[in-house]
């Protein structure tokens, strides 16, 4: 098992829509993760950082981890074209871990 | 967060000859790791640059096909030797910033090998 998977869609939505994006993880004693965000010909960047459990908020995006579940999730508000990008769940096992990435294309 | 510079940011290469690739930080980093980033693929680890000592690779990746130098705390240089066209891909070198776990990536150095 993966220590971490993440569903590679692609995900279209149209703009202004609530996106969802999700993760999960295998090891139950991680406890730090992060969302990165790839523009397409670009480097990872990190968009945020969480740790334990709960809900994390940054302008439009929330991040919420679930330990009980092992699932981290990552939500957008009012979606924008600009939101278009990968986005990479990871978490820092022996290594940071990645996710394989959600392409996700916000639609005008 | 730390800014980072890759050169160059890509390259055409012929099989069988080397690229070397760079990475300057525009402060001193403790930590410094290359990736790869295959086509549709997510990020794979190839080593951990380790000023003044040997690089630590991981699982798969050997210092004969990716010799690494990182002469101090602020650059370090990736070299993909005796090129093949599976080496084609996206090279990145990123850095730890005060808190360990978070890493920030430079812009990457795509490398396609004919």
């Known amino acids: 098992q993966k220590e971490v998977e993440q569903d590679p869609g692609p995900l279209s939505v149209p703009e202004g829509a609530i996106v969802s994006l999700n993760c999960t993880y295998s090891n139950s004693a991680f406890q730090y993760f992060m969302w990165y965000r790839q523009y397409s010909r670009k480097g990872p960047e990190l968009l945020m950082y969480?740790?334990?459990?709960g809900n994390k908020e940054d302008g439009r995006f929330t991040a919420q981890v679930d330990k009980s579940s092992k699932y981290i999730s990552l939500f957008i508000r009012d979606s924008q074209p600009s939101d278009s990008a990968t986005y990479l769940c990871?978490?820092?096992?022996?290594?940071?871990?990645f996710g394989t990435g959600t392409r996700l294309t916000i639609i005008p | 967060s730390a800014v980072i510079s890759q050169k160059p940011s890509r390259d055409i290469c012929q099989r069988g000859t080397s690229l070397t690739i760079q990475c300057q930080v525009d402060s001193q980093v403790t930590m410094m790791f290359w990736y790869r980033q295959q086509p549709g693929q997510s990020l794979t680890l190839i080593a951990t640059?380790?000023?003044?000592?040997?690089?630590?690779?991981e699982s798969g990746f050997v210092i004969d096909k990716f010799p690494i130098s990182r002469p101090n705390l602020t650059f370090s240089t990736l070299t993909v030797s005796n090129m093949s066209p599976e080496d084609s891909s996206i090279y990145l070198c990123s850095v730890t910033d005060r808190l360990p776990e978070t890493q920030y990536f430079g812009p990457g150095t795509r490398l396609l090998v004919l």
């Open positions: 969480t740790y334990s459990s």
């Open positions: 640059a380790n000023q003044g000592s040997e690089a630590t690779y």
């Open positions: 990871a978490t820092p096992a022996e290594k940071l871990t």
